[in-house]
């Protein structure tokens, strides 16, 4: 089916499990991104992001744009094509990453102009602009340009902000339906920091403008996990049922779980990514230093018992050894095995779900690792 | 059988075809060996390393001996399970690599006294101590230590310098006959620089001690391919007929169809995985930067009908945008497309001899590649 479609297959309390469709395949929900920056997810072969059980890559718009340029992957036969990942791909609209990674950048209410953080050279992201972008790679979910502004803030700026970020909601819708192909996805972004009215007003007028879903922006800039999940709790309630709900850069494990638990369908973070480069393995008794010396000896695998190779067929004493010694290797195999146990995470979401069984997974899952998800 | 031997199936010219049996598996030659330094080749997942087709990889006893330490590999259950490669290794004697690495090295008749250059850690490798470490590691082929020294050199000195190495040749023996386990195998390695009496020496010396393989040590140290191939010319004739041959730390491709046209068996070289990691792709037509800007727009991959993912599966475009980016699935699609270049390379050098056609093959290689070699 060339459409974009959104099904919900169970609900147990707030959390929900579903299926999004989309040309160019299903994306399981509660679903984890891995975040594929500049059109690879770092240090890992597609085929292998796949066998984790990964449905659905992220993009960021504002490397692309930067490196190689939207028009030449358009070129060379779109994004899909140019990182051999045929199944579906959400972009961001690149307007987080202009405001923490570029130079001398500035914002009107046409968009914002900046200098690329790798040459200098001078650029205009505008929501009309950030579409064409993200249609030019060939997103299947795109996402409006939005202002994310950091927590605290007062009220009437919070407010100015989030109005600001409508606008260009409804510029970027327009720029979507000039631009985009069948089947493709635009999704709005909730913001508002952490006022209640805020949230709920922006949620309204979001609604009001339509979008194939809806993702709830400006969380995890700082607040904390017990602030975020206050936010989710008077925003998701308020969130269309019957579309796609995404907590866009979340998080660590017990993030997830605790969001999933208030009724969100889809996440994307660099956490098991960048801390698989940097030698923390992912497990479920918490994050592990593979660095620290308690390894040098020890000659179990991450986790016998697992599907994924990297997990089961190299001692913790070999990749404390890896990187130790500066091996590629190294960052291969902890990013592959800390995505691998993010997705089986989401995979253990969907089925205690189904099965109305999430209480006493979670119950599990705060024993086992410790974390607190009030 | 839990033996090792060699078995010389076919001839073309001096150019060898065979197998050499192992307790671990069969090694096909001619055959390139990948350089897994410190245990690992380097931004290669191991069971890539099979699939290119290797059948043995070499492993760095100076890089081992220092971190994690031959005892603690022995430890771990030696060093096929540690680096998760079931088959074949050879180990260097560690020599080489202490006099090209390591600080404030001194050699004397008793061995090789040298700071770590990681953390100037004491050392001293003598040829028991060698061979010790890499029974430890649990090599199946394991290396006499020698000197190497560069060429040109003086006559009275290369034979200083190989008379010694005749002596390490005969303490290494000893120390592998208390050491080794049942289908282990030691090379003795011929040495005298370019002189061809000295040569000659080395090699009757080295057969009178015996060894299950015969190295030729001290080349491809700058001395250029034509001096190269003209040592070889009046070495490899006198190499016993029934045993391994191997050229060590040798080379670019047309290095070793030559060699392979003088009778040698086994290669080893940074060549394929160093190049790799550095932007350079091996081809039938030489060897290409894939950093260079005509590659930008480039759609097409490096090698359309190769069996290799890495080599049919990206575009040169693509590849030139990761080393552009500094991206890890730069390095490691390069590698492993450069390794399945050698792995194939040395798949048609074994057909070609088996069919009595490597004339024929050269003449083609030197076309395609506009390699000499005379």
């Known amino acids: ?64 744009m930067l490196r190689p340029t939207a028009e030449r992957v358009a070129a060379l036969g779109g994004l899909h094509k140019f990182m051999n990942w045929p199944r579906p791909i959400l972009t961001d609209s690149g307007g987080f990453q202009v405001m923490s990674l570029s130079k001398l950048r500035k914002l009107t209410q046409e968009g914002v102009s900046f200098q690329s953080h790798i040459d200098g050279s001078k650029h205009m992201l505008t929501p009309e602009r950030s579409i064409e972008i993200q249609s030019l790679l060939g997103a299947d979910i795109q996402m409006q340009l939005d202002e994310c502004p950091a927590i605290p803030i007062a009220h009437d700026d919070a407010r100015d902000s989030m109005l600001l970020s409508i606008r260009w909601a409804e510029r970027s819708k327009k720029a979507f339906q000039n631009h985009a192909s069948e089947g493709q996805a635009l999704f709005g972004i909730v913001q508002g920091a952490n006022f209640e009215d805020l949230r709920l007003e922006s949620l309204t ?18 607040e904390g996990r017990e602030e975020m999940f206050r936010v989710l709790d008077f925003t998701t309630p308020e969130m269309p049922s019957d579309k796609p709900r995404y907590l866009m850069g979340v998080g660590k494990p017990a993030d997830i779980v605790g969001a999933v638990a208030r009724g969100i369908d889809m ?82 979401l969907r089925e205690a779900i189904a099965a109305g069984k999430l209480v006493a997974y979670i119950d599990d899952f705060k024993r086992e690792s410790g974390e607190t998800l009030v």
Request: a positive charge.
């Open 1 to 64: 089916m060339n459409t974009f479609s959104y099904t919900l297959n169970a609900i147990d309390g707030a959390a929900r499990t579903g299926v999004i469709s989309t040309p160019r395949g299903e994306i399981r929900t509660p679903a984890f991104m891995p975040v594929g920056t500049a059109g690879t997810v770092k240090a890992m072969l597609p085929e292998h992001v796949r066998a984790t059980g990964a449905d659905i890559v992220l993009g960021n718009t504002y490397h692309l």
């Open 205 to 222: 007028r979001l609604k009001e403008i339509d979008f194939h879903g809806f993702a709830v922006g400006g969380l995890a800039v700082g």
């Open 267 to 348: 996440f994307d973070c660099v956490a098991p990514t960048r801390s698989g480069r940097h030698g923390q393995a992912w497990t479920r008794e918490g994050a592990v230093n593979i660095k620290n010396a308690r390894f040098a000896d020890d000659n179990a695998p991450l986790d016998p018992t697992s599907v994924c190779p990297a997990s089961r067929d190299y001692s913790k004493a070999y990749l404390h050894h890896l990187f130790r010694t500066g091996e590629y290797l190294g960052p291969m195999l902890l990013t592959w095995h800390n995505l691998h146990y993010y997705q089986s995470l989401m995979a253990a």
